[in-house]
């Protein structure tokens, strides 16, 4: 049985094109009129709204069989964006024909500055047909597990799609100094690294998202004692559960600005002592960590 004919909806205002000029500007591109196409299945609704910046913003689905793409364009002209959607459909239909109407052009036409090309993408329409792979390299501040503040940096692969991303990554944390009350010249310098698998959900749209983080880490907590004549080096087993939320703001298509607030629950905490003295320090049940950092997608 044959397929329906094209089907596009458009909604925008009284001052931009309307959808049989969409129509319209669709069959020139493909050279033939959209009534005699049969059994390709492709689909497409436009809604176009002005921005507080006094631009035009188009929110395009297109559908073409089982595969749909949501992607959203900003231009100076409202005229601009009825042309991209055209343009969009024209070659989701049959990209041939268009090159070969398009090669057929006038030069002088040709090499006319189109309003099409003031059409900019807003925000990341990769991350909405399919998933990412990005890298995040991060530097902080710990409270927890390790005594006082001390600085921290991380690294996370992740994997993302539209809604969720899956992350795997390392992080190590220094500076940490515990000390006997009554022997304050006695102690040992701290150090944490781990290893992190965690999930993330992520709402937001466009520029801005906000995802929020889950998982567990396992690692090894290291300490090297100090005020004494004989010293030595110890490393014990620390795992927790971290979670948090987030704040990622998209500079560019590849790149973001990433800030981060974690809690941490310990779960496996080593104990440290110097020579044969009373235990010096143990990790406290729960902490908290501050971070900022880039994130580059691939």
Known sequence: MDLPPIDIQW????ACPDVQSVRAATERLLGRPLEGLKGID??????????????WELHVLLAVGQHVEDERLVAKKCSALGEAMALKVALAIDPLAVVDVVGQAPKAEASKPSEARAVVPRGHTKRQRGSLVGLRVLGGIGLGPL????PGTAVYASLQFPRFRLELGGAAFWGGVARYETMPGVGADLQLFTGALRGCVTPGDGSWRFPICGGVELGMMRGEGFGVAATAATN?????VVIGPAVQFRM??????????????TLLKPEFHVRNLERLYSPTAGGSRASLGLE???
């Open 252 to 265: 560019t298509e590849r790149l973001s600005l990433w800030a981060e607030a974690d809690a941490v629950l």
């Open 296 to 298: 580059v997608n691939f």
């Open 11 to 14: 909604e925008a205002p009284a």
């Open 236 to 240: 014990g087993v620390w795992g927790g």
């Open 147 to 150: 005594p006082g503040a001390t």
């Open 42 to 55: 492709v689909r497409a609704a436009g809604q176009v709204v002005r921005t507080d910046a006094g631009t």
